[in-house]
Every structure is written in structure tokens, then in C-alpha cells.
């Protein structure tokens, strides 16, 4: 992990010219409408409501039409394998899912602690909550630098400073699932090949290999670069750095890591017993692998990856020797709960809470 530069900032400023924290900034992304730059306000119905959104979800529902036509597989055979669930082992596969938030909570709340802010634990898993719900019907992992908007609307923490947390998070996960491919991989994949997988695992050392310039990149020479642009650009770049670099300290590595490791087993936890339900017999090294594999397919750019991440599975579980229609149906039955669930309990979890309103 990385140090803070000298840049780094003890903790969060008040509030400046370059940063005014009377009212919070508009959030990022498309262009705001006359109402947000009056209010400060993020209007969420907007940003989903538009052809950006809708063309993102059909490419979505295009993939998913194609998986079908392509696998020559009908939704009556996918059905017919969901009629065996066991319901025993499909409620231990929500219990696990659950669990992934207060141990990402935690991880969130340990990176902003690096940079001098310290929240209660239960509001930052609810906006961990409420970003993924976000992520399910917005492209572009707008989710994300939601929760920098909430947390500086709602405790006025500066919002590039908490997006470089954010960041920080992202690259942990990225580098626990390049690990996670590559052990797993090991041991699971032996003599088995498939294009899918070796192209899965080949965009992941890629991605991994980008992110590890970017950051060079960024950490040695991001001053001299930023001094090239306004001040008010080189203030946003400073503390958006420091919450980047300053939480990824090697201090709090190992604890980073084992609420990483305890992340991503709860995610694979849930695979397993998902798999358990349908009588899909693979070990939990094999649920970690196809939980790793399905996470890098998050990159399609459709809300929360729909019909990347479904194709992702069947090819995966195709390597162990998984019939599709039986893949489908796993993938069907995950998504339920890992995508579905959140927009069901998200909406009105958003609508509802002070966070939405």
C-alpha cells in the first residue's frame, strides 16, 4: 500500500474560497439542472429518468436476449431448475450476503479514520446500502461518488477528499480479486481451459497493471501535473490525493485486509449456498474463483453489470462442467439476491430515509 505524499493533509479544512461549504456542491456527473444548482440538491429521478439511463438498460436486456438465443437454452428450463431450490441453504445464502455490508462498513470507516474523520459505523453501512441500490439502476458506478455527495451533505466532509476513500476502497477490492483469481485459479482450474476465463483473468492482471501506473503516476508527479491547472483545481486535486493516499496507510494494512478477506468470503458464502440450493456441487474455492471471475464482468457499463454478469456466470460455470441451463439458474438465483434485492429494499429505503429525501 502507499504512504501519504507530502501533500497530505492532517485532516479535514474548513471550509475555503476553493471549497465553500455553505450548501453542498452539485453531485458530479451529468450536468446539473437549473433546480440543483439553486438547492445544492441531487435530483436522482433525473439522472434516471433519461436516454443515457434507458439505453444503458436495454444494452443490458440485449446481452441477457442474446445469452438465450445464444446458449439455445428457454426460460422454461431455467424455471424447471429453480423448482429444486432448497430453501435451507438459499437463506444461509442471504444471511451471507447480508454480512458483506458492516464488514465493508468497516473497512469504509477505517479509511476515513486514516484521514481524520470518524463516523458511526451503522450510518456508513447504510450508505454503502443505499450507493449499491444506486449502482443497481445507474450506469457508470455513479453509486460511488454518491457517497462522497452524502457525506459531505450530511457531515460536511469535503466530497473530492472522501471520493479519494472511495478510490482507496476500489483498489483494495481490485487487488483482492486479482489475488483471489490468481490463488483460487490454482488450484481450481488445473487442465481446465476456456477463452472466457483466460480472458476474465488477463483484463484482470491488465486492470491491476493500469491501476498500479495510475497510482505511481498520480503519487510521484500529481503535484507538478495539477500545478499546471487553476488553484482552485490544484485544492480539489490535494485533498481528493490525500483521502486517496494518506487512508491507504501501511499501519492499517492488515486490518484492511482481513476485513477484505472477510468481504469477499461473505460474497462467496453466498455463491456457495446459492450453488447448495440448486445441488450444484462445487467446493468453496470454486465459489470464490466464479465470484471473483463475475465481479471484473461489473465493468459492463449497464446498471449493476445486468446481463455482463449473467453472461459472465455461464461462462464460468461452463469450465466446471455446469450445464447452462443450470448456470443460468444459479446466476438467476444469485442475482436475486445480490441485484434484485437491492432495488426492492433499496427504493424505499432511499425514498424513505433522510438520505433520500
Not at 474455492?285 to 453489470?305: E, K, Q
Request: aromatic share 10%; glycine share 10%.
Amino acid at each position: 500500500m502507499i504512504e501519504a505524499g507530502p501533500r497530505a493533509e492532517p485532516s479535514p479544512r474548513p471550509a475555503s474560497p476553493a471549497e465553500p461549504q455553505s450548501a453542498p456542491a452539485p453531485f458530479p456527473g451529468s450536468p446539473p439542472s437549473p433546480e440543483e444548482r439553486a438547492t445544492g440538491k441531487v435530483n436522482l429521478g433525473r439522472r434516471f429518468f433519461n436516454v443515457k439511463t434507458g439505453l444503458s438498460f436495454l444494452l443490458g436486456l440485449a446481452i441477457l436476449f442474446t445469452l438465450f438465443r445464444v446458449s439455445d437454452v428457454n426460460l422454461s428450463q431455467v424455471l424447471a431448475q429453480l423448482s429444486q431450490v432448497d430453501p435451507r441453504f438459499y437463506v444461509l445464502a442471504i444471511l451471507c450476503y447480508v454480512l458483506t455490508f458492516p464488514f465493508r462498513g468497516l473497512r469504509w470507516q477505517r479509511l476515513l479514520a486514516n484521514v481524520g474523520s470518524r463516523l458511526p459505523l451503522g450510518q456508513l453501512t447504510e450508505v454503502i446500502f443505499i450507493s449499491w441500490f444506486v449502482n443497481s439502476v445507474l450506469p457508470g458506478k455513479v453509486g460511488d461518488l454518491y457517497r462522497g455527495y452524502l457525506l459531505r451533505r450530511e457531515h460536511g466532509l469535503s466530497l473530492s477528499r472522501t471520493v479519494g476513500t472511495v478510490v482507496a476502497e476500489r483498489v483494495v477490492d481490485l487487488v483482492g480479486l486479482v489475488g483471489l483469481l490468481g490463488v483460487t485459479g490454482f488450484f481450481v482450474l488445473r487442465n481446465r481451459v476456456s477463452p472466457v476465463v483466460d480472458g476474465m483473468l488477463h483484463a484482470g492482471w491488465i486492470g491491476l497493471a493500469l491501476l498500479v501506473a495510475v497510482l505511481f503516476v498520480l503519487y510521484h508527479f500529481g503535484d507538478r501535473l495539477a500545478a499546471l491547472f487553476p488553484e482552485r483545481v490544484q485544492a480539489i486535486y490535494a485533498r481528493f490525493a490525500h483521502g486517496t493516499f494518506a487512508s491507504l496507510s501501511f499501519k492499517g494494512l492488515p486490518l484492511l485486509i482481513v476485513l477484505t478477506v472477510l468481504a469477499w468470503g461473505a460474497e462467496a458464502g453466498r455463491l456457495y449456498f446459492v450453488m447448495q440450493a440448486l445441488h450444484v456441487n462445487l467446493g468453496p474455492p470454486a465459489a470464490l474463483f466464479t465470484v471473483a471471475a463475475i465481479s471484473l464482468a461489473l465493468i459492463v457499463p449497464t446498471p449493476g453489470g445486468l446481463g455482463g454478469v449473467e453472461a459472465a456466470f455461464a461462462g464460468v460455470l461452463a469450465v466446471f462442467g455446469v450445464p447452462v441451463q443450470i448456470a443460468l439458474a444459479v446466476a438467476l438465483l444469485d442475482r436475486v439476491i445480490s441485484y434484485y434485492s437491492l432495488i426492492v429494499f433499496g427504493l424505499p429505503a432511499f425514498l424513505l430515509t433522510k438520505r433520500g429525501r
